[in-house]
């Protein structure tokens, strides 16, 4: 099959690896026919995510049509058509008897990271990708979710991650009726956050972003309101300013490691990786929020350490909570979502490409070209 090869720190390609085969009986073998490229898919392509390996396959938003079940799969068969999470769970641990299925202790062997993640390192279990023809899927009973007949890929793809992660991110800050909730980062997930936030009682939502394009994007598409931070002296103040002088009642992080903002982070954290990227994002989450308020970080941060204000956040009194998304908790709800036209999901879709035009498909999205705010695989080279 045809598929994405890491070669390597800010290097990738498309080649021929072995088509993926029945390793157990619960797995699923898809033929994969919409694939997204993620921002997290840019953390391993920088390097900032340990273990991951040159000839390993990207791709963690994907759905496409089963080709092969296993002899114990029972929910699924030839023909029909899933989107599957980027969470691997077993369905019957500790932790996804009780809905936390990014906490899965069976599909990863290490215990300080989430549970198993397709195509993102070694350090969620070293499962290859869906930047690919076809892709391997284990526990096919438990993570599939079948598309309704009246629905097509790209209307379902996001629910694989970006939006019930952008959800996730809304409903951990406890949003309130008429609450102020600022989301720092416009880039896809920070899209769905904002979406989120309104449908869960928001009375007010401001987008913090340095990209002019992602700001007009996300007025138009959340109906948000939208600071430049680089146009701002002090991004902090300029949101108390807004907020009567107290702070926003929730701040999101939406943006992760990799955030632009400070100097000596950009420094450390990005460049010398003397700690775990940048953790700008969350200290301006902290300083700003209000007193009593809450800080929800959906942006991906890596081990071992990051230098953060926390001891703001305990005199301010906030409530900090954070996590990978279990997306199979929020599946069902969001289908409901997008069917009844309150989240329009692919309306964040600015590019497609084939598979063999990877490369440049990553090289617009690393880059912020060309107005690009979400990129669409087509493994097979057709709409």
């Known amino acids: 099959m045809q598929a994405m090869i890491y070669e390597g720190p800010y ?23 919409r694939s997204a ?24 938003e994907f759905a496409g049509v089963v080709e092969e079940v296993g002899s114990s799969v029972r929910t699924l068969k ?13 369905g019957t641990c500790f932790y996804c008897k009780r809905g936390l299925t990014a906490c899965c202790e069976n599909t990863n062997p290490n215990s300080e990271m989430a549970s198993g993640v397709y195509g993102y390192s070694h ?23 079948k598309i309704p007949d009246d629905m097509d890929e790209e ?17 951990m800050g406890n949003i ?11 880039g896809p997930v920070g899209m769905f956050a904002m979406k989120s936030a309104w449908l869960l009682g928001a009375g007010r939502v401001i987008a913090v972003d340095s990209l002019e394009y992602r700001l007009d994007f996300a007025r138009k598409y959340a109906q948000v309101e939208t600071i430049n931070f680089k146009d701002e002296e002090n991004v902090v103040a300029t949101l108390k300013e807004l907020t009567q002088g107290r702070g926003p009642d929730v701040c999101i992080d939406a943006v992760g490691l990799e955030a632009e903002g400070s100097a000596m982070h950009s420094i450390l954290g990005v460049k010398l990786k003397l700690e775990a990227g940048s953790p700008t994002a969350i200290n301006w989450a902290i300083q700003s929020a209000r007193k009593g308020g809450t800080v929800s970080i959906i942006g991906v941060y ?3 350490w990051n230098m953060v204000a926390i001891g703001t956040a305990m005199n301010k009194g906030l409530t900090l909570r954070m996590g990978q998304c279990n997306v199979k908790r929020y599946m069902p709800h969001l289908l409901e979502h997008i069917r009844a ?15 063999a035009e990877l490369p440049r498909a990553y090289e617009l999205f690393e880059k912020k070209l060309d107005g690009c705010i979400k990129c669409v695989l087509l493994p097979h080279g057709h709409a």
Do not use: W
């Open 11 to 33: 290097r990738v390609s498309v080649g021929n690896k072995p088509d993926p085969v029945i390793l157990h009986p619960n797995d699923a073998i898809i033929r994969v026919t």
């Open 37 to 60: 490229i993620c921002g997290s898919d840019l953390h391993l392509l920088h390097g900032f995510i340990t273990d991951t390996r040159v000839g390993c396959t990207f791709g963690h």
């Open 78 to 90: 030839p023909g029909d058509r899933v989107v599957v999470p980027f969470n691997i769970s077993c």
């Open 123 to 145: 350090t969620t279990g070293g499962y290859e990708g869906g930047q690919a023809q076809y892709v391997r899927v284990p526990f096919a009973d438990v993570g599939p979710m």
């Open 155 to 171: 209307e379902v793809l996001f629910l694989s991650d970006i939006l019930p992660t952008g959800y996730q991110g809304a409903e």
């Open 176 to 186: 309130q009726p008429g609450d102020t909730v600022v989301v720092f980062g416009a």
């Open 302 to 304: 890596g081990p071992p």
């Open 341 to 355: 036209g309150r989240i329009d999901a692919k309306g964040i879709i600015t590019h497609r490409f084939p598979l």
